[in-house]
T-cell receptor, first 109, second 118 residues
Framework: GNSVTQMEGPVTLSEEAFLTINCTYTATGYPSLFWYVQYPGEGLQLLLKATKADDKGSNKGFEATYRKETTSFHLEKGSVQVSDSAVYFCALGVEKLTFGTGTRLTIIP | DTGVSQNPRHKITKRGQNVTFRCDPISEHNRLYWYRQTLGQGPEFLTYFQNEAQLEKSRLLSDRFSAERPKGSFSTLEIQRTEQGDSAMYLC????????????????FGPGTRLTVT
């Protein structure tokens, strides 16, 4: 079956630091890959997605590339802001989604 | 712009009671999903519908759980004879699957219903 392994948190960074949150997966078939974000007190929101190998998803300064050779979909941002503090979930699937356990990110001014 | 809505937002019940949750998807979305999320974990898939047809159920969905989407619009998730292990956040999501277009469709999540079984 499908599974997602996500970098354990919590992660604490200073404002304007570079962010990487690692995500690796095992999958059968050709799933799409997603990053979802959950801000404090809010529901899950889709941050970005990639539907096939070598696709790059991007949104709000975040990027992730679907790497089939390393079965990875690492999330990166060049300069984080306090407002990026949230829990980030890596997920994969076609119909149903399989999620990682989430990484809590805290950005300090 | 109305997103996915869920009611109630919070439910506290005693062990052994039945509970029912409702999900209203984005109006034109034909797929509806239920997930469960426990503290410190990611959401786990429970079941999903395309229109009124229930297409897949997880092994997590014991026979105490039943979900319906009778007219292909809103959905209900009922848990009978609740147990303390059922305490979790129950999430609903919807998406628009386009005929003839394969691949994953973006799922939009509701705020969830937090169930506490005492």
């Amino acid at each position: 079956g499908n599974s997602v392994t996500q970098m354990e948190g919590p992660v604490t960074l200073s404002e304007e630091a570079f962010l990487t949150i690692n995500c690796t997966y095992t999958a059968t078939g050709y799933p799409s890959l997603f990053w979802y974000v959950q801000y404090p007190g809010e529901g899950l929101q889709l941050l970005l997605k990639a539907t096939k190998a070598d696709d790059k998803g991007s949104n709000k300064g975040f990027e992730a590339t679907y790497r089939k050779e390393t079965t990875s979909f690492h999330l990166e941002k060049g300069s984080v802001q306090v407002s990026d503090s949230a829990v980030y979930f890596c997920a994969l699937g076609v119909e149903k989604l399989t999620f990682g356990t989430g990484t809590r990110l805290t950005i300090i001014p | 712009d109305t997103g996915v809505s869920q009611n109630p937002r919070h439910k506290i019940t005693k062990r052994g009671q039945n509970v029912t949750f409702r999900c209203d998807p984005i109006s034109e979305h034909n797929r509806l999903y239920w997930y469960r999320q426990t503290l410190g974990q990611g959401p786990e898939f429970l079941t999903y519908f395309q229109n009124e047809a229930q297409l897949e159920k997880s092994r997590l969905l014991s026979d105490r759980f039943s979900a319906e989407r009778p007219k292909g619009s809103f959905s209900t998730l009922e848990i009978q004879r609740t147990e303390q292990g059922d305490s979790a956040m129950y999430l609903c999501a919807s998406s628009l699957a386009r005929i003839g277009l394969a691949g994953a469709y973006e799922q939009y999540f509701g705020p969830g219903t937090r169930l506490t079984v005492t």
